[in-house]
């Protein structure tokens, strides 16, 4: 199956506000949200100009405007770009966004060659290229600029069979057999192998994919990290765990350390990889 942009657009188009409570309402999103603020605060200078593509709602919108200089937000849905703009405004940061955009990852000719010091594409734009991941890798490192960073977030797909195995067993009976070797050999949840009735078409990806397709531009892996890890102890420990603050408190801690280990790179929810443009 390729790329067809009406996937996202319709998908986030319709979302509400879902974008906006995802990372607060539970113990999980808590979880990716405090591992990807770590990253940005870690690579975001005073003295940048960032471009977030994929913005969604603006999460971490009113986190990266006060890491950076200038903050450029951009997303394929209207939607959400509005959502952004009224949250922007409620929060009185919406004077320090640059310019507010509503594109295509694969098409980001309102920018020019090296016009940003960090592009920020966390949250899974990548998971929808499918056919056009590397059109649309290409196309970020065109707005970069030389030894600018990009910090790009997928879904894992290995970290979503181990906490959605009952899923897909279930869609075992649904699509057969075969369908369930295909998404364990390719992470492709697609129309023609994989038909789930969401239409939420994705390649979720593996850490020695994201190796692959890094390998192929001339850019430096400067960290690679999981994100949501101890997600899979499960939902209920995950919550008793949130409502006791000291045990909590440290296992964000310790969320944060162990997803820089090797060994645990494939196993969260998401997989996040930081780029130095050569
Ligand atoms: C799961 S949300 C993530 C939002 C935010 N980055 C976060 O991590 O919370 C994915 C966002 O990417 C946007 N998106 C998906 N495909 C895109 C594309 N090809 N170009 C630009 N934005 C895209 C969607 O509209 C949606 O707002």
């Not at 999103?29 to 990253?39: A, F, K, N, R, S």
């Not at 940005?40 to 471009?51: A, G, H, P, Q």
């Not at 009224?86 to 060659?113: G, N, P, Q």
């Not at 209920?236 to 045990?247: I, M, S």
Request: glycine share 6%.
């Amino acid at each position: 199956m390729s790329y067809n942009p009406e996937i996202p657009r319709s998908r986030y188009d319709n979302y509400g506000d879902r974008e906006w409570t995802r990372l607060e309402k539970d113990a999980h999103g808590e979880l990716l949200y405090q591992v990807h603020l770590d990253i940005l605060k870690r690579y975001i200078k005073l003295t940048d100009k960032v471009l977030e593509i994929g913005a969604g709602s603006g999460r971490y919108t009113k986190d990266i405007v006060a890491m950076c200089s200038e903050l450029t937000v951009a997303d394929i849905s209207s939607h959400q770009i509005e959502f952004n703009k009224s949250k922007m405004c409620e929060l009185s940061l919406i004077d320090r966004i640059k310019a507010y955009h509503v594109i295509d990852v694969l098409d980001m000719s309102v920018f020019e060659d090296s016009s940003f010091d960090c592009v920020v594409c966390i949250g899974g734009v990548i998971n929808y290229l499918l056919d056009k991941e590397n059109d649309g890798i290409q196309e970020i490192l065109r707005v970069l600029k030389s030894d600018g960073v990009l910090i790009v977030g997928a879904m894992s797909f290995i970290g979503a069979s181990l906490y959605y195995l009952e899923g897909i067993r279930y869609e075992k009976d649904q699509f057969g057999l075969e369908a369930t070797k295909w998404i364990f050999d390719t992470g492709i949840q697609d129309e023609e192998h994989y038909p789930v009735e969401s239409k939420h078409y994705v390649h979720m990806m593996r850490s020695t994919e994201l190796d692959a397709l890094f390998a192929q531009f001339p850019v430096r892996v400067q960290e690679r990290s999981s994100a949501g890890l101890f997600t899979q102890a499960g939902d209920a420990a995950l919550e008793n765990a949130r409502n006791d603050k000291e045990f909590w408190k440290l296992i964000v801690e310790k969320e944060i350390a162990f997803t820089k280990l090797q060994g645990t790179l494939d196993c969260g929810m998401n997989i996040i990889y930081v780029v130095q443009k050569l």
